[in-house]
Every structure is written in structure tokens, then in C-alpha cells.
């Protein structure tokens, strides 16, 4: 009797175990099914779809004129000093940037070394003013290129560079702004120019570049352009190199995030943190969402408009304001003083991969960015230049930043931010990446191979440490 009571005990038990499990299971079912819809709900309101418009548009790695612009975005010859690639500060293993805060080009002490070890001459503070922006997706702009959004599609009549007067449209821009912005990098003193022609114009300068690659790269210029015959003074121009690595560098498109495959239906694409991060992103902060979505609006997650959120002004900055270290942004363009301190809104695909953050990569941690987009003032305030990874000058971050707060800050803090809140987010932010961006055998085909054929000797091989690894 007792051995069969204990028998129903036990029954009992292992029945009301099972069914508290099976009780926890479809509420967490119900759970997830609840945030689903809500996303559902979203994603519609947002009209997103996944695939940033334009894409189909973009050309393939494997195009001769790509391939050509793949040896031109590697090649130091186009440094005055012969020391300095694209790829220096835009290499597709550092996620199409340079794992810097702030750039270092020519001057370097050693030219192979990229990322965290790479250090000037003299250990001196990096002196370009800016963080390197992704490569990355960068066919998909549809209005502006770099921080300042200096270089600008001006609807129905072209494209304005810095080399007109504001906004004036450029004649040699070439056919897209990605061809108009790789004209410029060579002619900008600390990231490849040096003291190369010092004083002269931009197109001198360009064409004296073009002059050193007619030595060796005719038969490439040939192959890429798929034109056999022409002489080198009519096929390496500055116009045909520009536009060779504008190929390469609009065929970098990583866009097949988890986040894109649960747009297309796949539930199991996101964890839940990562759609309770995604319902915080798209939710307005009047309905107790964070908001994100208002500037990093759309498939490509950006309003293409420039915005103040206090990021805080470290380095030397562009001899602005009463520190003569500040950054003005947009105002250097356009000169309007409701521009100053406004930065054109990143695109957040593979963001993951392209720290640090912020137009002078301030913060060198997605968490600490995420923290600053949710209540910017009070992220400036308690900002820790301890964080950052190299020598940078940041004796003038406080007054500098606060100059930023008084001209007005475009984000209203969210009201109530939590430690999930801030996971959640950085969750949905990590499944914006693509796995190529993170696999080397995936990238190999935007980086070229050792034994491939390199005109003039002068290929940058990448190291990403003293050790002699490589990139
Ligand atoms: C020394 C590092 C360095 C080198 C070398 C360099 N860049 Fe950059 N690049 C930067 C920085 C810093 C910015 C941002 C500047 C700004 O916005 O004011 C930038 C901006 C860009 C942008 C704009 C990105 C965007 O989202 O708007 C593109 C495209 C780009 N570079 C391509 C190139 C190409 C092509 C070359 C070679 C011809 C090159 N870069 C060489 C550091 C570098
Ligand atoms: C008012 C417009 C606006 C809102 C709202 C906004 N952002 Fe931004 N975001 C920007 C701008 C502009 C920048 C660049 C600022 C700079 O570099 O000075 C930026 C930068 C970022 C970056 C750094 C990207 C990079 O490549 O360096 C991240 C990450 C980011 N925002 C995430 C968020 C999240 C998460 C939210 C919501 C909590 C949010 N943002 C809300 C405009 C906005």
C-alpha cells in the first residue's frame, strides 16, 4: 500500500512537472509570438523589406574594371610618399575602416602594420581629424559621402566636391559619389598626400599620380577597361582610376543580415533579446521605445541627413571653435550656423564590425555608443577617454563637447534607460551583420592574393600586428 501510494506521489509529481514545463513553454511561445507580431506590426508602418534599395544596381567583384580597382585601392603608389593604400584605413578585415578612432596615413612607422598597433613617426597624436568610415555598402549612399557630407548629389544637376565653391557642381566628379569621393583621399595632406607637391591643386596633383602609374600599369589599365589598343596617356587618367576603384569599392555589399532573413519570414533568425532590442529600435519614445528610427530610418538605416547627438570632439579636430580642437561638421560645408556640430546619420549595417563609433570613433565600444544614442548629453558628460586605444589628443573634450550640447542637440534623451535595454539593442545592432564581413575565406575575393600580379611591387600586404600576422 505504501510502495503504491509513493508510486502515486511520484506519478503526481513527474505530471505536474511536466505540465509546469510544458506551462512555461507556450508562454514563452506566446511571448515570442506577441513580440513577433509586434515587429510584424512595425516592419510594415516602416515599409521595411530587407534589401536596401539600389543594390541590384551594384557591380560584381569579379567585373576586370573591379578587379583593376581592387589593385588601385591596394597600391601605395597613389600616396605621395609611396607608403599609403586605401586600404591603409579602409581594409575589408577591419570592416572596411581601420580599427582606429582616428586615421593614420602617411608617416607611419611601419606602413604594413594597420589597426590597433599601427603608430606615427615619433609616437607623435594621430592627426587626421576623423574617424575612417566603412567601405562597406557604400554603392547604397544615395545623397551624400563622408562625415560633413561634403561631397553631395545635387538633385537634376550633378555632384558638388570641395573642390567647388558650396554648392556648386563638380565637373570631373565623374559618374556616382563614390567615384567624385575617391578623387579626394590623395589630396589630403595627412592621410596620403604627405608634403608631396606641396601647394598645388588638387588636379595637379592627381595627374602627377597618374603620370607614376603609366611606367608599369598599362597593360592592367588595358585588362581592366577591357580596351586593348589605347596609348597610356589616354587610359590612365585620374578619371579612370577614380573610376576603377569606385567599381571595387561598390561591390562591397554585405547586406545579408539575420535581421533581413526575419523580415523575409525566417522567425527563427533573431534571439529574443535581439527582437526586443529591434521593437526598442523602431518604437517611437512617446510609445516608450528608444526611437532609433527616426534618424536610422529605412533598409539602409539612415536618414542621409546630418543630425547633432553631443558625440564628444576628441583629437585635433578641423580649428574650430574657442579650444581651436572642435569639429563643426556640416558647418565647414554649408556655413549655416544650424549646421554646426551636425554629422551625417552612419548607416548601421555591419556596425558590429566597424568600430569605433562616432565621426572621430569616441567610443571604442558598441555598448558605449548605444549608451550615448539612448541620452546623449549624459553620455558626453561621463565620457572616459581612457577607453581609447591609441594616442590621441583629448585635453580639450569637455569644453569641446559641451560647446556641442549648447548649440543643441538633436536626440531627446529616453526617459528611463535600463542595463536590458541597453543589451537588447546592442543585440539587434549585432544582427545587422553579415557573416561574410567576419569570415576571411568569404572576403578573400575583396583583398587580393599574395602571388597576384602587382605592377609596380608596391601592393600593401597587410599586418595586423608586429607579430607579422596577416590580414
Ligand atoms: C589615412 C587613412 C585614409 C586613407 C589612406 C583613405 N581614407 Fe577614406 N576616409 C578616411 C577618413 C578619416 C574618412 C572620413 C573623412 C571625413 O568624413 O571627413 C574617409 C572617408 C572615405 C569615404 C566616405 C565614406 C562615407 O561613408 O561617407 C570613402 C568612400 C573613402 N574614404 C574611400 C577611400 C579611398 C577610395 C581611398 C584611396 C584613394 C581612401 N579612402 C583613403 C581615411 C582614409
Ligand atoms: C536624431 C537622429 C538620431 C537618433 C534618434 C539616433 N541616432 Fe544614432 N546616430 C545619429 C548620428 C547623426 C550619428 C553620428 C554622430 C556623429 O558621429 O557625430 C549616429 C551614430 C550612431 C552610431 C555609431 C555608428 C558609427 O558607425 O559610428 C550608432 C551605433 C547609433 N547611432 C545607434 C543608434 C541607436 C541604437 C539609436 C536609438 C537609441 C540611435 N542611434 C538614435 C543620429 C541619430
Redesign the pocket.
Known amino acids: 500500500m505504501l510502495i503504491i501510494k509513493n508510486k502515486c506521489w511520484a506519478i503526481g509529481i513527474a505530471v505536474i512537472s511536466f505540465l509546469s514545463t510544458a506551462h512555461a513553454e507556450t508562454l514563452k511561445q506566446l511571448n515570442d509570438t506577441t513580440i513577433d507580431q509586434d515587429l510584424s506590426q512595425l516592419i510594415i508602418k516602416h515599409k521595411l523589406t530587407g534589401t536596401p534599395e539600389g543594390v541590384e544596381k551594384l557591380p560584381s567583384i569579379n567585373s576586370p574594371k573591379a578587379q583593376l580597382g581592387m589593385k588601385l585601392f591596394y597600391s601605395k603608389t597613389l600616396s605621395g610618399d609611396n607608403t599609403t593604400a586605401c586600404a591603409t584605413c579602409h581594409h575589408p578585415m577591419l570592416g572596411g575602416g581601420d580599427n582606429l578612432s582616428l586615421s593614420i596615413g602617411v608617416d607611419s612607422q611601419n606602413p604594413e602594420v594597420l589597426g590597433v598597433h599601427r603608430r606615427l613617426k615619433n609616437n607623435q597624436m594621430a592627426r587626421v581629424p576623423r574617424?575612417a568610415?566603412?567601405t562597406f555598402n557604400i554603392g547604397l549612399w544615395k545623397k551624400a559621402l563622408f562625415?560633413d557630407m561634403r561631397i553631395e548629389k545635387i538633385d537634376g544637376k550633378g555632384i558638388h566636391t570641395p573642390d567647388m565653391p558650396y554648392p556648386q557642381v563638380d565637373a570631373l566628379a565623374g559618374e556616382n559619389l563614390v567615384q567624385a569621393q575617391a578623387r579626394f583621399p590623395v589630396t589630403s595632406k595627412d592621410e596620403m598626400r604627405g608634403e608631396f607637391l606641396k601647394g598645388t591643386y588638387n588636379q595637379t596633383m592627381r595627374r602627377a599620380l597618374a603620370e607614376r602609374l603609366k611606367k608599369n600599369w598599362l597593360k592592367a589599365f588595358r585588362t581592366g577597361f577591357s580596351d586593348p589598343t589605347t596609348s597610356a596617356d589616354d587610359l590612365i587618367t585620374e578619371q579612370n582610376i577614380s573610376e576603377a576603384i569606385a567599381e571595387y569599392e561598390r561591390s562591397q555589399v554585405f547586406i545579408n543580415t539575420p535581421w533581413k532573413r526575419y523580415i523575409e519570414g525566417d522567425r527563427q533568425a533573431l534571439s529574443l533579446a535581439a527582437k526586443k532590442g529591434a521593437k526598442?529600435?523602431y518604437t517611437s519614445q512617446s510609445k516608450g521605445g528608444?526611437?532609433?528610427v527616426?534618424?536610422?530610418s529605412g533598409d539602409f538605416f539612415t536618414d542621409e541627413k546630418?543630425?547633432n547627438?553631443a558625440?564628444p570632439q576628441i583629437g585635433n579636430g578641423k580649428d574650430n571653435g574657442i579650444t581651436g580642437s572642435n569639429d563643426y561638421?556640416c558647418y565647414l560645408v554649408t556655413q549655416k550656423e544650424t549646421d554646426k556640430f551636425?554629422?551625417?546619420?552612419?548607416s548601421?549595417l555591419n556596425?558590429e564590425v566597424?568600430?569605433p563609433?562616432?565621426?572621430?570613433g569616441a567610443?571604442t565600444s558598441?555598448e558605449g555608443?548605444?549608451r550615448h544614442?539612448?541620452s546623449p548629453i549624459k553620455s558626453a558628460r561621463n565620457y572616459d577617454p581612457k577607453q581609447l586605444k591609441q594616442s590621441v589628443a583629448t585635453k580639450d573634450v569637455r569644453k569641446n563637447t559641451l560647446e556641442a550640447i549648447k548649440a543643441g542637440v538633436?536626440?531627446t534623451p529616453?526617459p528611463k534607460v535600463s542595463q536590458t535595454d541597453v543589451k537588447n539593442?546592442v543585440a539587434f545592432?549585432q544582427a545587422l551583420t553579415d557573416p561574410c564581413v567576419k569570415d576571411r575565406a568569404c572576403l578573400s575575393k575583396w583583398i587580393p592574393d599574395a602571388n597576384d600580379n602587382d605592377p609596380d611591387k608596391q601592393m600593401l600586404h597587410a599586418l595586423n600586428n608586429k607579430s607579422g600576422d596577416t590580414l
Not at 551636425?342 to 552612419?346: E, G, V
Not at 563609433?357 to 572621430?360: I, P, Q, R, S
Request: proline share 5%; with cysteine; charged share 15%.
Open positions: 574617424n568610415p566603412t562625415h526598442l529600435f528608444a526611437g532609433c527616426r534618424c536610422h546630418a543630425h547627438t558625440m561638421g551636425r554629422f551625417r546619420t552612419p548601421l556596425v566597424t568600430g563609433w562616432g565621426h572621430d567610443y558598441l555608443i548605444t544614442m539612448l538633436d536626440i529616453k539593442l545592432l
